[in-house]
């Protein structure tokens, strides 16, 4: 019996006793994005094809849903989790994955059709989904560091968590390189934990550190990427959030020909809905409500200021995909003035 498992850096057969063959993929992140982009396409990779047919008179089992056309598709065989092959194990830095991923957001970015507002709502979307990773991660990481060093992952900033475990792992020497955390490591609660433990450990809090960056990295590209194609929306509403507006719009061009009332509730479909079909109160605002001027206002103010972001935000959306004026400086001064108004 024998079993076919594929991942980023190689396919291996295994037997029930171990490995009984592989194929390593190049330690080059251009081949390893195309890997990652043809198993997220659905395709069947040679290698994977090739290890195959080592298999005489019968079919590997698999736990990819790829594969079922070549193997019996046993996802919950216990055999997938004892041998699941580690990047390690083969001479492969998990940094790799990290260059690959971006380089295939590159590519990704790059063979979207369209105009340039199609990029930035790729990469608004990746943003977001990078920051959802990585809180499911940290949360993850917190409650598990937090069996070896309670006091500093309850005291450690946004960030510092992850970065801190990824360098130095145990807590003897975290306290040795973060200064304010030696007080807190003579006095800790916490457990002991083995090498293994603590290789576990640093590995994942890589991995978080890492998103932090690809996230970092993205946002600044957002915000170049606005300040270029909509630089009249990203002065009013700052370019991650009308990047977000763009994307819900479904384009530059379609906000631009949309309402202020629309724009108002871009993000409250839902809300919108339930109101109109079981009569509960109309929204106020969608994801305009991100706008710290509109969050931090008072509640009966927030339904004003969010009419008066739209009605300039969709003059703005106008200038950026038709005249491409910036006009941004004047439609400030009466938004200013307006939300003077608004607040008495």
């Known amino acids: 019996m024998d079993y076919l498992i594929s991942n980023w850096f190689g396919t291996f057969l295994y037997g029930i006793s171990g490995l009984k063959a592989s194929k390593l993929e190049t330690k080059d992140p251009k081949a390893i994005a195309a890997r990652l982009k043809a198993m997220k396409e659905g395709k069947m990779l040679d290698d994977e094809k090739a290890l195959a047919a080592h298999i005489a008179g019968g079919k590997p089992i698999v736990a990819d849903v790829r594969l079922k056309q070549i193997g019996e598709y046993r996802p919950d065989d216990i ?3 004892k041998f699941a092959p580690k990047p390690e194990q083969f001479g492969y830095d ?4 990290h260059s690959a991923a971006i380089q295939l957001a590159v590519e990704e970015t ?3 059709i369209g105009t340039k507002d199609k990029h930035i709502m790729q990469s608004i979307s990746a943003l977001d989904e990078l920051q959802r990773t990585a809180n499911l991660l940290s949360e993850r990481l917190f409650e598990w560091y937090s069996m070896h060093f309670p006091e500093f992952a309850e005291k450690a900033k946004f960030g510092e968590l992850a970065h801190a475990v990824a360098l130095y792992g145990d807590r003897e020497s975290v306290a040795k390189h973060v200064e304010w955390a030696k007080p807190l490591a003579e006095i800790s609660a916490g457990g002991e934990i083995t090498e293994t433990d603590k290789q576990a450990l640093m590995s994942i809090a890589a991995a978080v550190d890492g998103i932090y960056a690809s996230a970092k990295e993205l946002q600044a590209y957002i915000e170049k990427a606005m300040s270029e194609v909509a630089p009249n929306i990203a002065k009013i509403a700052g370019p991650i959030l009308g990047a977000r507006l763009i994307t ?3 384009g530059l061009e379609r906000l ?20 109109l079909r079981q009569g509960s109160r109309p929204p106020k605002h969608g994801i305009l409500f991100q706008h710290p001027a509109i969050n931090k206002a008072q509640r009966q ?3 004003k200021l969010a009419r008066a972001y739209a009605g300039k935000i969709a003059i703005a959306a106008k200038a950026d995909a038709y005249s491409k004026e910036n006009i941004a400086e004047k439609l400030l001064e009466k938004l200013e003035a307006r939300v003077k108004q608004i607040k008495g």
């Open 256 to 275: 631009a020909n949309s309402p202020a009332g629309t724009i108002q509730l871009l993000g409250a479909e839902a809300a919108l809905f339930r109101h």
């Open 94 to 97: 998990p940094a790799l994955l």
């Open 79 to 81: 055999i997938f989790t």
């Open 248 to 250: 819900l719009a479904r």
């Open 110 to 112: 790059r063979s979207v």
């Open 301 to 303: 103010e927030r339904g």
